[in-house]
């Protein structure tokens, strides 16, 4: 049993995701504190607020932060918040596109004047300190080529102080860039997604109150659904998650049983 | 049932498939899905560089606004490409200098308030036994000291200097267990994306959420 081919537990665990997709048992998605603060913060803004919504991601990561942004984006529309939609990755606004789109249809919203979508710019760092102290003079146009000057969207957004919120969904280190040039020196109000792999080293920052909250991998994407009652692509996979996670802490029991007895049959024989 | 006819969504399909079969052995098909990957992102981040970046940040305000100032930059540009020149590849150093010193510059004492400062204060605490909290302060306290004292190699660990490097580790154990745990959960998250997109947007199977 311990020298099963690695394929076989492939095999296993891949069809222990691809079932439930088939096969529903609606188990729970309990909410955590960190994703039920961000919601709470949220649904206190009003219609003139602003919300920063900045996708710093590449395809790699696209599965679990994906359903993260366009979950806070339906959030925002739904209640009328005027959102900034962007990226710090070169690959960002081409993946949050027809997310932006299709949202932006079943909510009737219009561009440039219910939210804006901005094109991706060169600098990390540069962009988010330009966005602080003048956002014209890091987005001249939007994604679309028109000059943000014409958007009616920015006649009260210029800088720092007219943003509520800003949210950094990455698979990276991304989120220190705004923590460090924007929320320290200017402190605007942070929270970020991230992915499962990053989500243990946030923590001390949401102890400290330097981020509001966090959406940690596929599972805080689906606790959002959750609260915003639209259950859509996060949800859908939470269920394969369950049952692949059960199916692992079962190979690892059987794994270290079977090393204990092999142990125990080498010492015997010694 | 019904079968995606867009040429894309097939192209995507045959190239999760290539790199998912690596899972079996190495093949041609995974080495082809990993070469285009790479020329594509190069392929992808040259274009849009030079018509998000290039043209309006450089071309059109040097040559049509006259802002002649930004050649400077441009020469720095210029110094770091030559790298790859060996003759003048010593040129390069001056951008890179440059480039670390505006970088360090900016990062730095930001840098020391936003991860240094602030979480030091954030380890200053109200400690209690009578409250959820402040049993909570407790455990973050005793594991900032214990794993500070773990990584202090300048004294052997013996006697309690040493128990303390003890506890130290099993809060610096508890953290990797959290951290492996949530590697797990992200890797299976990205195959589940691709079983989405080839359930869904492939073979167009209508899925229960």
């Not at chain 1, 696209?62 to 979950?71: G, I, V």
């Not at chain 2, 202090?152 to 745990?181: C, N, P, Q, Y």
Request: with cysteine; aromatic share 14%.
């Amino acid at each position: 049993m311990i020298q099963i081919d690695r394929r076989i537990i492939y095999l296993i665990i891949a069809l222990a995701m691809i079932l439930p997709f088939f096969f529903q048992m609606g188990l729970p998605i309990p909410i955590t504190k960190e994703v039920k603060d961000i919601y709470d913060y949220i649904e206190t803004l009003t219609p003139d607020d602003v919300v920063i919504l900045s996708a710093d991601y590449s395809p790699s990561v696209e599965p679990e932060l994906s359903p993260m942004f366009d979950a806070l984006f339906r959030h925002c529309l739904k209640n009328d918040i005027k959102v900034i939609a962007m990226s710090l990755y070169i690959e960002g606004p081409g993946l949050i596109a027809p997310m932006i789109q299709e949202a932006a249809t079943d909510y009737k919203k219009v561009n440039g004047v219910d939210y804006a979508f901005m094109p991706w710019v060169i600098g990390y760092s540069i962009v988010v300190m330009n966005m602080m102290e003048n956002i014209n003079r890091a987005f001249p146009t939007d994604y679309y080529g028109t000059a943000i000057s014409e958007l009616p969207i920015f006649q009260n957004i210029k800088n720092f102080e007219d943003y509520d919120l800003i949210v950094s969904f990455t698979g990276s280190s991304a989120y220190g860039l705004w923590l460090t040039f924007g929320h320290e020196p200017y402190g605007v109000t942070l929270a970020t997604g991230v992915t499962a792999v990053s989500a243990a080293d946030l923590y001390p920052y949401i102890q400290s109150g330097q981020f509001l909250g966090m959406l940690g991998g596929l599972k805080g994407a689906a606790e959002y659904e959750t609260l915003i009652d639209e259950k859509r692509m996060a949800t859908m996979g939470m269920e394969a998650q369950n049952w692949a996670h059960v199916i692992i802490i079962l190979f690892i029991i059987i794994g270290n049983i079977g090393h204990i007895a092999i142990s125990r049959q080498k010492k015997a024989r010694s | 049932m019904q079968i995606s006819m867009n040429p894309w969504v097939w192209i995507g399909v045959f190239f999760t498939f290539s790199v998912l079969s690596f899972l079996y052995k190495d093949n041609p098909f995974y080495k082809l899905a990993e070469h285009v990957t790479v020329g594509v992102s190069i392929g992808y981040g040259a274009v849009i560089i030079y018509f998000n970046s290039f043209i309006p940040r450089f071309y059109q305000p040097v040559f049509q606004d006259g802002r002649i100032e930004l050649i400077i930059p441009a020469i720095l540009g210029l110094m770091m490409i030559l790298r790859i020149v060996p003759k003048y590849s010593w040129l390069s150093r001056y951008a890179i200098c440059f480039t670390v010193g505006a970088g360090s510059g900016m990062a730095i004492p930001r840098s020391m308030q936003a991860s240094v400062l602030r979480q030091l204060e954030a380890t200053m605490l109200n400690l209690s036994f009578t409250s959820g909290e402040g049993i909570n302060n407790i455990i973050i306290f005793v594991g900032v000291l214990t794993v500070l004292i773990y990584f202090f190699f300048s004294k052997e660990h013996k006697g309690v200097f040493g128990g303390a490097a003890k506890v130290g580790i099993w809060f610096l154990m508890i953290g990797f267990g959290a951290t492996f745990g949530y590697t797990v959960m992200a890797r299976l998250s990205l195959f589940i994306g691709r079983v989405l997109f080839v359930l869904r947007d492939f073979l167009g199977i209508g899925l229960a959420g």
